[in-house]
C-alpha cells in the first residue's frame, strides 16, 4: 500500500506490505520502489518499507536543493546522500520504528553507508546489493559531468533510453527481453532530479574508512555483469567488524534483485533470520 510523508520541505512516497521484521529497501537510480517488488513477493514474511528516494517515482524533489557542492558542475543543485539519509530517518520517525535492517542497491547502498555514520544504532544489519564503500574514481566523475550536460542540451531520454542496455546484464536481457522496456518505463526523473541526483553521487564520501567499524552484520551481493561494481570492490566489506557473507551472482548486472529475484530472495530469506523480532 502506497502512503506519504513529510521530510523537509518535500512529500515523499513509500510503499509497505507484510507484517513482522521492519526491513526497509532502498532503491537504484533512476528507477523507484517498484524496483523490489518482485524480490519481495519471493522473500517471505517481512515487513517490508520501501521508500521512494526524493525526486523519484512518486516522491517531490522538493525546493531549494543546495547548489555548488560539485565544484566540476557549480551550478548543479545537488541532493546528498546526507539529504537521503535524513528522509529514510524522517520516515524512521512517522513509523515510530526505532530500528530496522536494511537492504540498499547502488545509490541505496550509499544511503545506508551514510545512515551508519548518523545513526548506527537503528541498524540491524545491512544488506549490499550492487554496491560499494568506495567513492567515485576520476572516469565516473568525468562520466557525470558529461551526463549532466546531455541532460541540460536533450533532456532525459537520450541518457534514460541507454541506460537499460548497459546497467541490465546481458544474461538477463536474452532470457527476458521485456525487462528493458519495464525498466525503462520506471525512469521517470525530471531533468532537475536526474542532475541533482548526478551531483550527489559524485560528491558521495569515500566510505572505505568507515567499513571496518561497521559492527553490524553485512550481506553483499555482487553482480558479474555489473559493469560498475566488480567483486574486489564489494569485498571490501568482508573486513566489517560485523562480519560479512558475500555472494557473486555470475550472470546478473546492476539491477540484480529485478533480474533475478528469486536468487536474490534466496540469498537474504536465511540471513534475515538471524534477526530477532
Not at 129 to 152: F, G, M, Y
Request: hydrophobic residues 45%; proline residues 7%.
Amino acid at each position: 500500500m502506497s502512503k506519504t510523508y513529510d521530510s523537509h520541505g518535500a512529500r515523499l512516497n513509500y510503499w509497505e506490505t507484510g507484517a513482522g521484521l521492519p526491513v526497509i529497501f532502498l532503491h537504484p537510480t533512476p528507477l523507484d520502489h517498484v524496483y523490489w517488488r518482485p524480490m519481495i513477493a519471493e522473500l517471505g514474511e517481512v515487513r517490508a518499507i520501501v521508500p521512494d528516494f526524493r525526486g523519484h517515482g512518486a516522491s517531490e524533489l522538493g525546493a531549494d536543493l543546495p547548489v555548488g557542492g560539485f565544484a566540476r558542475v557549480p551550478d548543479a543543485p545537488v541532493l546528498s546522500m546526507g539529504q537521503l539519509a535524513t528522509d529514510v530517518l524522517a520516515l524512521m520517525d512517522h513509523l515510530a520504528l526505532s530500528e530496522a535492517v536494511f537492504v540498499g542497491c547502488s545509490i541505496g547502498g550509499y544511503v545506508m553507508l551514510e545512515l551508519w555514520r548518523r545513526a548506527p544504532l537503528r541498524m540491524r544489519g545491512l544488506a549490499m546489493v550492487c554496491s560499494k564503500p568506495q567513492a567515485d574514481a576520476e572516469a565516473n566523475l568525468a562520466k557525470r559531468v558529461e551526463t549532466i550536460a546531455k541532460v541540460r542540451r536533450e533532456g532525459t531520454a537520450g541518457v534514460f533510453d541507454g541506460n537499460p542496455q548497459t546497467l541490465i546484464g546481458a544474461s538477463a536481457r536474452k532470457r527476458r527481453p521485456e525487462i528493458v522496456p519495464e525498466l525503462r518505463a520506471r525512469m521517470t526523473l525530471t531533468p532537475e532530479a536526474l542532475i541533482a541526483t548526478q551531483a550527489g553521487l559524485a560528491t558521495r564520501p569515500d566510505s572505505v574508512p568507515d567499513v571496518r567499524e561497521i559492527d553490524a552484520p553485512i550481506l553483499a551481493i555482487c553482480g558479474g555483469e555489473d559493469p560498475g561494481i566488480t567483486d574486489a570492490e564489494m569485498r571490501v566489506f568482508e573486513v566489517a567488524e560485523g562480519g560479512c557473507e558475500f555472494h557473486l551472482l555470475a550472470d546478473a548486472g546492476h539491477f540484480a534483485a529485478y533480474e533475478q529475484p528469486d536468487k536474490v530472495a534466496a540469498l537474504l530469506a536465511p540471513w534475515l533470520q538471524q534477526f530477532e523480532f
